[in-house]
């Protein structure tokens, strides 16, 4: 749970900074930032959700 959540604190600096360099005159362009942190955040998802199947197959070998 840890690394989770690093990972997407990580995204989500990124995701901000990203959204400032490419906002132009504004501030921040909010809609390129949570863009970027919501599919880091589906890929993060994602990958648990993976990672938790294959420990389930890995248990119900039937050994």
């Known amino acids: 749970m840890k690394r989770l959540a690093i990972s997407l604190l990580f995204f989500l600096v990124v995701s901000l900074a990203v959204g400032f360099l490419l906002s ?3 501030f921040l ?3 390129l930032a949570g ?4 599919i880091a955040v589906a890929g993060e ?3 648990f959700w993976l990672r938790r199947s294959r420990a389930k197959k ?3 070998s039937g050994i």
Do not use: Q
């Open 58 to 60: 890995r248990e119900s």
């Open 24 to 26: 132009g005159s504004e």
């Open 45 to 47: 998802g994602f990958r």
């Open 35 to 38: 863009g970027l942190f919501a």
């Open 29 to 31: 362009d909010w809609g």
